[in-house]
């Protein structure tokens, strides 16, 4: 990974060079245009190093020991892969990545289908279409430590709005539908808050995909008799199927790593119902103090995120070039 | 196929008048041809046709059955778009079966594929049949498209300058095979155009739209040798036609309210001027390979005709320039018959 950006910096540094018009380099007579283009791309490489590389770097060596960062006094013992080894034999950390896995899949689920069928009304181009677009995209531009104070009240068993609304309409008892302490109800709490916030985020790149498929296509498929249906499904839905897919990982890896909003809502609890694998992460690093064990599990997160991205993206790359 | 009847037809787009008051008539088995420039309403003409777009007034019948508020669906037309509108990530063959899978119409999967097979081989695409339809050059896609057309024998084909997105070559060739296609299927074609040399070629008549309006149809001669209006005859023609006040030229008799000549080259005689007198001076020749473009200075205008390759003329030349039966027009831009030969 280092490789590769110290590849793409050479080559940025190149095209400065090359961009470069020949006057600036004769005003700074004692510096060659090489010299020049890496001047100016120093502090971009400097702060790259310093806030991504080296502290990845770090943490892939702390996570062979048994550091631990509230008793940075005591040696430090290398331990080899145990850390790997109990992480990968934990049952707990397993129980977290099934909490991620289940968080993961039913957000992208459920975004995926109403983002799209929300960017397929909206494309229909009726009335005040671009009002309702709009007043759509509001939750995405909340932040999320909002978001996650306001649906706490909006679950509140007892003068919660999302209970009496539920309640009214199902007829069970506000007390039996406490969203966040429930063991059973509260992953889904979780889902529905991450749903409501990020459908229109989904939906406004479904929406890109159905404007990019020209008219002239179903026109001929409205000559040629096709139903709606099958317009549907031969065009509507292949053209814009590498939207949808970018929607989903772009979903994916961001829930992957969700924290803020369910640390606010839940803290991973009831027990460790809602323990996804950063709040997993975040209680073995600022709560127990295992930083070497933490590193390992971070570790471990960044491949397996950094792994299915990238498999995603070759099937996203063939999907495209059909 | 079928004859298709417009009478009266009217479209308007917010407050454009894009058709207005259109007649036309479409023999059964005729390729004709709407010519015009941008905007004349060619491609509404066509659209309103195929049931895309919904007159506001008049009447449109195909093959005798009034469908002038039917969808396109249920009107038995087929289009090429001026777009490869191809179904992407469909084969070739796909694409070309696409028409012949819908319910309305299901065939048995063996005929399908003959039809397609044989259609294929029509427009010259049966060695491509189960490439991508995005994996194709321009003109196969076009071939595609078109051949998809085919594939369906609707009443009435209808083509949007279906070759103007392709190459000179490629539009030479397509030219001469869909002319080659249309007679062998004795195919109904309402094709539109802006391209004078599709026009000529094709058509077995040409409609000439300006504004809306149908303002001629006729056998492609007909609308070359008698123009209805100036605009009709600065449309057809290469190098198009020169347009000079009566009376800069002698012209022996123009007829009464004359106010134009337009004189094409068959209407020019040009000649290196022997006594001293000349029309105007040669400005110009212009090198073609097969042919020359001769322009000349007459007073402050400038005429362009066709000339010999071996012309003995040359740049700077005097000229005498004397007019031959040319084309005379009114005030208001309408042909003028008459005039007196000289």
Known sequence: MTDANATLLERAAETAVRATPAPVATRVRALSDRAVAWLFIAPTMVLLLAINIFPLIWAIQLSFTNYRANRPNETVKNVGLQNYERILTDSDTWLAMQATAHFVFWTIVLQTLIGFSLAYLIDRKFRGHAFWTTVILVPMMLSPAVVGNFWRFLYEPQIGLFTYIVSFFSGIPPSEIAMLSSVKLAPWAIIIVDTWMWTPYVMLICLAGLRSIPDYIYEAAEVDRASPWRQFWSITLPMALPFIMLAVLFRGIENFKMFDMVNLLTGGGPGSTTEVASITLKREAFEKWRTGFSSAFAIILFVAVFGLANIYVKVLNKVKSR | ?342
Do not use: C
Request: glycine share 10%; proline share 5%.
């Open chain 2, 1 to 342: 196929m079928a004859e298709v009847v417009i009478r009266g037809v009217d479209k308007a787009f917010k407050d454009t008048q894009a058709v207005s008051g259109l007649d036309l008539e479409i023999r059964d088995g005729e390729f004709v041809v709407l010519l015009g420039p941008t905007g004349a309403g060619k491609t509404t003409t066509l659209r309103l046709v195929a049931g895309l777009e919904k007159p506001d007034a008049g009447t449109i019948h195909i093959g005798g059955r009034d469908v002038t508020r039917l969808d396109p669906a249920s009107r038995d037309v087929a289009f090429v778009f001026q777009q490869y509108s191809l179904y992407p990530h469909l084969t070739v063959f796909e694409n070309l079966a696409f028409p012949l899978r819908s319910p309305a119409r299901r065939l048995p999967e063996d005929q399908i594929r003959r039809r397609v097979e044989d259609v294929a081989k029509l427009v010259r695409i049966h060695h491509k049949l189960e490439n991508k339809s995005t994996k194709l050059s321009g003109g196969e896609m076009q071939r595609v498209a078109i051949g998809r057309a085919l594939v369906r024998k609707p009443s009435i084909f209808l083509m949007d300058e279906p070759l103007s997105s392709l190459d000179a070559k490629l539009r030479g060739d397509l030219r001469l095979e869909l002319k080659r296609i249309q007679t062998e299927l004795g195919a109904t074609v309402l094709y539109v155009t802006h391209d004078q040399i599709e026009a000529m070629t094709m058509a077995d008549r040409i409609g000439i739209l300006a504004e809306g309006h149908l303002v001629q149809i006729g056998t492609p001669r007909e609308v070359y040798t008698e123009p209805a209006t100036l605009h009709v005859a600065a449309r057809l023609g290469q190098p198009a036609i020169n347009l000079l006040p009566v009376g800069l030229l002698p012209d022996g008799g123009a007829p009464a309210g004359a106010i134009t000549v337009g004189a094409r080259t068959e209407h020019l005689t040009i000649e290196r001027s022997a006594n001293g007198h000349a029309d105007g001076r040669v400005d110009w020749v212009e090198h073609l390979g097969d042919q020359n473009h001769l322009h000349v200075t007459l007073a402050d205008r400038k005429l362009i005709t066709l000339t010999d390759t071996d012309t003995p003329l040359r740049k700077g030349d005097p000229v005498t320039i004397r007019l031959r039966s040319p084309l005379f027009f009114d005030g208001e831009g309408n042909r003028i018959r008459g005039g007196v030969n000289t």
